[in-house]
């Protein structure tokens, strides 16, 4: 496991881990806490972002990715919250799926390329198909007729 934490004036971390330490399988999901101080909520919120952005846990999953979300947000930086601000927002749904696989997803595909396997391998063409005619003049009448070419979404 790596670990860095934020430094600097009005910037404070209480944890109990550092690099190399081992996080058994059933953790606490609160490894770290970081507190900052600022003569403003603007002020505050800003040391807090970059605090939240320098911070580095890599080896366990965190929830980091969650409030660099969250401190993004509009409301959130105006104040305005309300008890179901997180769901309402789709804060959660917007960043899951990250994690450490992607490192190792990314070691793989690193370890593949370097062994040249990738120049034996099949090969997929990456460009998109020229659509037929059949769905070209489909999409031209649609655009014609006072339709639009793209159907609009239902919205609950």
Known sequence: MSYREPSGPAIRVDSGIGTGSDVPPFYD??????????????????QMQTSVDRFEIRGV??????????????????????????????IAERIRGRG?????????????AASGQLATGPTLSLQVPRPSSWTQAGRRERIEG???????????
């Open 29 to 46: 999901p609160l490894v770290a806490k970081v507190i900052v101080h600022g003569r403003t909520r603007a002020s505050a919120l800003r």
């Open 61 to 90: 999953f965190t929830n980091l990715p969650f409030h660099r979300a969250l401190l993004r947000q509009s409301d959130f930086q105006r104040g305005h919250l309300w008890t179901t601000m997180v769901a309402d927002l789709r």
């Open 100 to 112: 450490p696989w992607e490192e190792r997803v990314a070691a793989l595909a690193a370890a593949v």
């Open 146 to 156: 006072g339709g639009h070419a793209v159907p609009t979404r239902r919205r609950w």
